[in-house]
């Protein structure tokens, strides 16, 4: 599937002008607020008229100003998840997923409904109604109404804003499960960059109107004025790991991270549960030797595979069977010389890592 957008639309004293297109598993929208986000997704959509342009998938338009096409938002075939559920409060969860069912396009796009609820986990909730929903349970009935309206293109507007990082955490390991076993495209907004790091094949950044910058999660970082959106919320790395197992004796949990293991302080679901591990970026020690000695519990060995440098700080993108970044200082990438390609050992303490 390949969504195309070329479009323009003033609101105000705002005006959006946008050109992109997105073939990816998974690609993010990011900005700061007010940067068109949303208005994006809304014209994508057919929520509101661009005014200009045009927006096609797959070259069949959806929008376009020159041949006067406008299909309503429900010929569009795109689902779109809002901030709030926004869920029929009068329907029971069973009856909010099935809405927009239609039994001929199931074998078309290998979408069951017992599978969406079971990746959803939303089985015990189908006799309820909204109002009994936690905000999170809500997002997620959300996602399995629009899955099974076999959409060919899924749009999700910032939904674990409102949401804590445990239940943020659990809601992005079911968008990663979505992703990975449904295969619907899935366009995603946030201005979150730890949802980007855990979730995204490609990044798309707007600012007031306008796309900055199209690529990998690792290009963000060699835009400077791209640097700023990013340092206000600060680099974190969240990991989806599974438990391997837990020794009340040394009080560790360990957790598999490729072919290495991550120690945290014990706790946590059972073995074989997966859980989020969440690091700050410059919580991690780079050295060129395996350090002896020490008492963090986790050195672990990586590949650098790409770096950025923004003023006095760089930012290390390291595959250690799982992709992670480390920020360090320009006088310790200079000091130890450190090159793409090569492999070096990742210190991190136990208790600077949080487990959701």
Same mark, same amino acid.
């Given at each position: 599937?390949?969504?195309?957008?070329? *479009?323009?639309?003033?609101?105000?004293?705002?005006?959006?002008?946008? #050109?992109?297109?997105?073939?990816?598993?998974?690609?993010?929208?990011?900005?700061?607020?007010?940067?068109?986000?949303?208005?994006?997704?809304?014209? &994508?959509?057919g929520v509101v008229?661009?005014?200009?342009?045009?927006?096609?998938?797959?070259?069949?338009?959806?929008? /376009? /100003?020159?041949?006067?096409?406008?299909?309503?938002?429900?010929?569009? /075939? &795109?689902?779109?998840?809002?901030?709030? @559920?926004?869920?029929?409060?009068?329907?029971?969860?069973?009856?909010?997923?099935?809405?927009?069912?239609?039994?001929?396009?199931?074998?078309?796009?290998?979408?069951?409904?017992?599978? %969406?609820?079971?990746?959803?986990?939303?089985?015990?909730?189908?006799?309820?109604?909204?109002?009994?929903? /936690?905000?999170?349970?809500?997002?997620?009935? #959300?996602?399995?109404?629009?899955?099974?309206?076999?959409?060919?293109?899924?749009?999700?507007?910032?939904?674990?804003?409102?949401?804590?990082?445990?239940?943020?955490?659990?809601?992005?390991?079911?968008?990663?499960?979505?992703?990975?076993?449904?295969?619907?495209?899935?366009?995603?907004?946030?201005? #979150?960059?730890?949802e980007i790091m855990?979730?995204?094949?490609? %990044?798309?950044?707007?600012?007031?109107?306008?796309v900055l910058v199209? @690529?990998?999660?690792?290009?963000?970082?060699?835009?400077?004025?791209?640097?700023?959106?990013?340092?206000?919320?600060?680099?974190?790395?969240?990991?989806?790991?599974?438990?391997?197992?837990?020794?009340?004796?040394?009080?560790?949990?360990?957790?598999?991270?490729?072919?290495?293991?991550?120690?945290?302080?014990?706790?946590?679901?059972?073995?074989?549960?997966? %859980?989020?591990?969440?690091?700050?970026?410059?919580?991690?020690?780079?050295?060129?030797?395996?350090?002896?000695?020490?008492?963090?519990?986790? *050195?672990?060995? @990586?590949? %650098?595979?790409? *770096?950025?440098?923004?003023?006095?700080?760089?930012?290390?993108?390291?595959?250690?069977?799982?992709?992670?970044?480390?920020?360090?200082?320009?006088?310790?990438?200079?000091?130890?010389?450190?090159?793409?390609?090569?492999?070096?050992?990742?210190?991190?303490?136990?208790?600077?890592?949080?487990?959701?």
């Open positions: 599937m390949k969504l195309s957008v070329d *479009i323009r639309r003033r609101a105000g004293t705002f005006y959006l002008d946008v #050109a992109f297109s997105i073939e990816k598993p998974l690609t993010a929208i990011f900005g700061p607020s007010g940067s068109g986000k949303t208005t994006i997704l809304n014209c &994508i959509t008229e661009p005014g200009d342009g045009e927006v096609s998938i797959d070259g069949k338009p959806l929008y /376009s /100003s020159k041949d006067r096409i406008n299909l309503p938002p429900e010929d569009r /075939s &795109i689902g779109y998840v809002f901030q709030e @559920g926004l869920l029929f409060p009068h329907l029971t969860v069973e009856k909010n997923i099935f809405y927009g069912f239609r039994q001929e396009d199931e074998a078309r796009c290998h979408i069951v409904p017992q599978a %969406v609820i079971d990746v959803l986990e939303i089985q015990n909730l189908l006799g309820k109604r909204p109002s009994r929903l /936690s905000g999170g349970e809500q997002q997620r009935v #959300a996602i399995a109404r629009a899955l099974l309206s076999h959409p060919r293109l899924l749009i999700f507007d910032e939904p674990v804003s409102a949401l804590d990082w445990g239940l943020k955490s659990r809601f992005l390991g079911y968008l990663r499960r979505i992703k990975e076993e449904f295969r619907v495209p899935i366009l995603y907004v946030t201005h #979150a960059l730890s855990n979730l995204a094949d490609e %990044v798309i950044v707007v600012k007031d109107g306008g199209t @690529g990998g999660v690792s290009s963000l970082f060699h835009y400077p004025d791209i640097f700023p959106m990013i340092e206000s919320e600060g680099l974190e790395n969240v990991l989806t790991l599974k438990v391997l197992s837990h020794n009340r004796e040394r009080g560790v949990t360990e957790l598999g991270l490729g072919r290495q293991r991550l120690v945290v302080p014990l706790g946590g679901p059972e073995s074989g549960s997966r %859980v989020s591990a969440i690091v700050r970026a410059q919580d991690i020690i780079v050295s060129r030797e395996r350090p002896t000695g020490l008492s963090a519990r986790n *050195i672990l060995k @990586g590949v %650098v595979e790409d *770096i950025s440098v923004v003023g006095s700080k760089a930012v290390l993108f390291v595959d250690l069977g799982e992709h992670i970044i480390v920020e360090i200082t320009l006088e310790s990438l200079k000091e130890l010389e450190i090159d793409t390609g090569e492999t070096y050992f990742f210190i991190i303490k136990s208790n600077s890592i949080r487990v959701c």
